[in-house]
């Protein structure tokens, strides 16, 4: 079973409409969650970190369900640029300190059509 | 822009040589963690450097292997390359080892032929 799972996509959405993503990790002792996005051929930009209450910045929304061990990510209003590939990622620390690094999915694609 | 930086940006090598890839981390940042991602796959942790010491390490052979400057930029070294070693390599700067909010450099894409 892969750690961090995601649905490849592509999700193709007209301007305007909200759209959602989920990702589910494997790992119970997962510490930090993130949502990164990743333009194609560029590097990774971090989008959002995710927190268990949940969080919001402007169109964005993302929850965690620790209990079900699954990450969401909503996107309001969708505009042409929001159009990228969305990698969740999660963190593991270590007991006794080290690092694992971050975890990535295989990132979602959303295309945004005008 | 993230204030990391990674240079070259594009590199081929061939089958067997060594490559050294550098990173500038974000001023204020003493830890520098190494990805590589393949096409189409998300970023694969290699290693990651806090305080010039390896702090951690990912699923790669010794062949990968690191250094982090007192100034806290590092090196990514890759001996004997693979055709499967073409990738986009990324480097990520953190605040502290302790705290996991990375900010990526646009990369270094090798491709060995």
């Known amino acids: 079973r892969k750690e961090v799972e995601q649905d490849p996509g592509p999700f193709n959405v007209p301007e305007g409409a909200t759209v959602a993503f989920n990702c589910t990790y494997s790992?119970?002792?997962?510490?930090?969650f993130f949502w990164y996005r990743q333009d194609c051929r560029k590097e990774p930009k971090l989008l959002m970190s995710?927190?268990?209450s949940g969080n919001e910045d402007g169109r964005f929304t993302a929850q965690l369900n620790r209990a079900s061990q699954y990450i969401s990510l909503l996107i309001r209003d969708s505009k042409l640029s929001d159009s990228a590939t969305y990698l969740c990622v999660v963190n593991i620390i270590r007991r006794g300190g080290g690092a694992d690094g971050l975890t990535f999915g295989k990132g979602t694609h959303l295309i945004i059509q005008p | 822009e993230t204030g990391v930086t990674q240079s070259p940006t594009h590199l081929i090598k061939t089958r067997g040589q060594q490559v050294t890839l550098r990173c500038s981390s974000q001023s204020g940042h003493n830890t520098v963690s190494w990805y590589q991602q393949a096409l189409g796959q998300g970023p694969q942790f290699i290693f990651q450097y806090y305080r010039e010491e390896e702090n951690g390490r990912g699923n790669f052979p010794p062949r990968f292997s690191g250094l982090q400057f007192p100034n806290y930029s590092s090196e990514l070294n890759v001996n004997a390359l693979e055709l499967d070693d073409s990738a986009l390599y990324l480097c990520?700067?953190?605040?502290?080892?302790?705290?996991?909010?990375?900010?990526f450099g646009q990369g270094t894409r090798l491709t060995v032929v």
């Open positions: 790992n119970s002792a997962s510490q930090s």
């Open positions: 995710v927190y268990s």
């Open positions: 990520a700067s953190s605040r502290t080892a302790g705290n996991t909010e990375a900010f």
